[in-house]
């Protein structure tokens, strides 16, 4: 069996500092308070009988707001997911502009996020839409996804950038 190339991309050690700290902590205290949600909810179901099911609208909140910093974060620590299959197989030129595509393809996604995220949002903003649940506007959930969307588009374009700095 043939042994895989080295993998040359010259990737630094990612490094968490600054502003990233911000992502970090947000992602791990809505990943802590889920676990607390669902903890209680086991709790409180096994001793009482009693489902705390309006707790469903948190937990969905959270994941979204931990899975698009978790995002952000990966793209600025340049922990994305990416094919390395294709990147070690290429010279520096055709990495280079495997990368340019990733950049563009992620900006395409990431704005139609914001964009649609943002229209979703006032729409349920401008209709008083209210959740099962609490009753809450259902706005206040959803508001996250555009918001967190440009986080996630800004982080992913300077990284981008800083890579596409790096001519072959």
């Known amino acids: 069996m043939s042994e895989l190339p080295p993998d040359t991309t010259e990737r630094p050690a990612p490094t968490v500092t600054g502003w990233l700290r911000i992502d970090e902590a947000v992602g791990a205290a809505a990943m802590a308070v889920i676990c607390l949600i669902s903890f209680a909810n086991v709790v409180v179901r096994y001793a009482t009988n009693i489902s705390f099911a309006f707790t469903e609208e948190f937990s969905v909140f959270l994941l979204v707001v931990m899975t698009m910093t978790g995002t952000s974060l990966a793209f600025a620590t340049d922990n994305h997911i990416r094919i390395t299959f294709a990147l070690t197989r290429f010279g520096p030129k055709v990495r280079w502009i495997l990368e340019a595509i990733a950049l563009a393809s992620t900006t395409l996604v990431f704005s139609l996020v914001v964009f649609y995220g943002a229209t979703f949002a006032y729409d349920q903003w401008a209709f008083d839409e209210t959740s099962a649940g609490l009753g809450y506007p259902t706005w206040i959930y959803s508001v996250w996804l555009p918001v967190l969307g440009c986080v ?14 790096r001519r072959p």
């Open 152 to 165: 996630v588009l800004l982080r992913a374009l300077q990284a981008g950038i800083r890579k596409l700095r």
